[in-house]
């Protein structure tokens, strides 16, 4: 049986390089060696406030920008989560096997938990649980993340282990696939700071995938920089590092050959160069991102959570079993 991928990312803000580089360039490279699930999880999306009109636009671009990045609907599935009820359902029989503390230490909660003030939903704080039903729903063995989504895979891990140990062999433990590089992509304005979509005042150290020419020149343009003049590898600067990692990732030069690329040269020159490289990448991958037809965006969705469902289903008809679940039709 080949192995099992299974990634996702919400339907809110607009997708950044940072989830690009961290996430869905990877899903895209793995795609053909693993039967593959991409999902858009917009149950996660609605743990904070959505508008709905919102929401559910950004949940077709989502799936555009997925397809125009790569993935292939004809190798991977590629489904909206809350198509599949499954998800949803899974989520409370683990809710039954997840201790409050669990979720109390989750770092993510907790900075979430804080931007919400007092106005902390219920699902905020199952949010990981119910990534933990995607994910095991279909006895996945390697899921592609950003770094920091790492506590809520080992947490997911965890689930899994005392759900087998206490009901009997249910799911397969994951593993979590985080590249060595490209993991953390930091904001152009503040390299101490993830680049993240949900952070409003970080707008401007944020390259979108959306982004036309005139923001991505702005942007690289004021990117801060640190002190020190030489264009190079080094930890102890991660302004540069950091705008040296996205070039280096989107050129596909080794760091030698980035090195020696700015030999000599400034934060000009590399500023002007990962403008350009940036904007060539993005360009075409814009006009597919437009050229996606509605109707077969709609066959690509209803086809995958056909195939989702038949994943996922019977794994979740399996835990309920498992758990004594049964009822008029078992
Ligand atoms: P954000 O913080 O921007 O709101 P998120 O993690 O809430 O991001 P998702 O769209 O659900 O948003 O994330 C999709 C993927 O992108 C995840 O695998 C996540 O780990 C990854 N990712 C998010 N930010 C970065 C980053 N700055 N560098 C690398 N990977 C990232
Ligand atoms: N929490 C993830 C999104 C997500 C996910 C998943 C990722 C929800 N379910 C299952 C991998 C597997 C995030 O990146 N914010």
Same mark, same amino acid.
């Given at each position: 049986?080949?192995?099992?991928?299974?990634?996702?990312?919400?339907?809110?803000?607009?997708?950044?390089?940072?989830?690009?580089?961290?996430?869905?360039?990877?899903?895209?490279?793995?795609?053909?060696?693993?039967?593959?699930?991409?999902?858009?999880?917009?149950?996660?999306?609605?743990?904070?406030?959505?508008?709905?009109?919102?929401?559910?636009?950004?949940?077709?671009?989502?799936?555009?920008?997925?397809? $125009?990045?790569?993935?292939?609907?004809?190798?991977?599935? =590629?489904? &909206?989560?809350? +198509?599949?009820?499954? !998800?949803? %359902? /899974? *989520?409370?029989?683990?809710?039954?096997?997840?201790?409050?503390?669990?979720?109390?230490?989750?770092?993510?909660?907790?900075?979430?938990?804080?931007?919400?003030?007092?106005?902390?939903?219920?699902?905020?704080?199952?949010?990981?649980?119910?990534?933990? $039903?995607?994910?095991?729903?279909?006895?996945?063995?390697? =899921?592609? &993340?950003?770094? +920091?989504?790492?506590? !809520?895979? %080992? /947490? *997911?891990?965890?689930?899994?282990?005392?759900?087998?140990?206490?009901?009997?062999?249910?799911?397969?433990?994951?593993?979590?696939?985080?590249?060595?590089?490209?993991?953390?992509?930091?904001?152009?304005?503040?390299?101490?700071?993830?680049?993240?979509?949900?952070?409003?005042?970080?707008?401007?150290?944020?390259?979108?995938?959306?982004?036309?020419?005139?923001?991505?020149?702005?942007?690289?343009?004021?990117?801060?920089?640190?002190?020190?003049?030489?264009?190079?590898?080094?930890?102890?600067?991660?302004?540069?590092?950091?705008?040296?990692?996205?070039?280096?990732?989107?050129?596909?030069?080794?760091?030698?050959?980035?090195?020696?690329?700015?030999?000599?040269?400034?934060?000009?020159?590399?500023?002007?160069?990962?403008?350009?490289?940036?904007?060539?990448?993005?360009?075409?991958?814009?006009?597919?991102?437009?050229?996606?037809?509605?109707?077969?965006?709609?066959?690509?969705?209803?086809?995958?959570?056909?195939?989702?469902?038949?994943?996922?289903?019977?794994?979740?008809?399996?835990?309920?079993?498992?758990?004594?679940?049964?009822?008029?039709?078992?």
């Amino acid at each position: 049986m080949p192995k099992r991928i299974f990634s996702g990312a919400q339907p809110t803000g607009n997708v950044h390089l940072g989830n690009y580089l961290g996430a869905l360039r990877n899903w895209v490279a793995l795609q053909r060696d693993y039967e593959s699930f991409f999902c858009i999880v917009n149950l996660h999306a609605i743990t904070v406030p959505q508008d709905p009109k919102v929401l559910a636009a950004k949940t077709r671009e989502l799936a555009r920008i997925y397809l $125009a990045v790569g993935i292939d609907p004809e190798v991977s599935t =590629v489904f &909206v989560q809350s +198509d599949v009820a499954a !998800h949803a %359902e /899974l *989520t409370w029989l683990l809710n039954c096997v997840t201790r409050m503390s669990e979720l109390e230490r989750m770092t993510q909660f907790k900075d979430k938990a804080r931007k919400q003030q007092e106005n902390v939903g219920v699902g905020l704080f199952d949010y990981p649980v119910l990534m933990a $039903a995607d994910i095991l729903l279909y006895q996945t063995d390697l =899921v592609p &993340v950003g770094e +920091d989504q790492k506590q !809520h895979l %080992e /947490l *997911t891990r965890d689930i899994a282990i005392r759900f087998n140990r206490d009901y009997g062999e249910t799911f397969r433990v994951p593993d979590p696939f985080i590249p060595k590089v490209g993991a953390r992509i930091m904001s152009l304005a503040d390299p101490a700071k993830k680049m993240s979509k949900s952070d409003e005042e970080s707008e401007a150290g944020c390259i979108m995938l959306l982004d036309d020419a005139d923001a991505v020149r702005r942007k690289f343009k004021r990117a801060v920089t640190d002190s020190g003049t030489e264009i190079r590898f080094d930890a102890a600067r991660p302004a540069i590092n950091n705008l040296l990692t996205i070039y280096h990732l989107l050129t596909e030069k080794t760091p030698a050959e980035v090195e020696e690329h700015f030999g000599g040269q400034g934060y000009a020159k590399l500023k002007a160069d990962l403008t350009d490289v940036t904007i060539e990448f993005l360009k075409p991958f814009q006009e597919r991102v437009r050229a996606i037809d509605d109707g077969k965006l709609d066959e690509i969705l209803e086809r995958g959570a056909a195939r989702a469902e038949a994943i996922a289903g019977p794994t979740l008809a399996q835990a309920k079993a498992n758990m004594g679940l049964t009822g008029a039709k078992s």
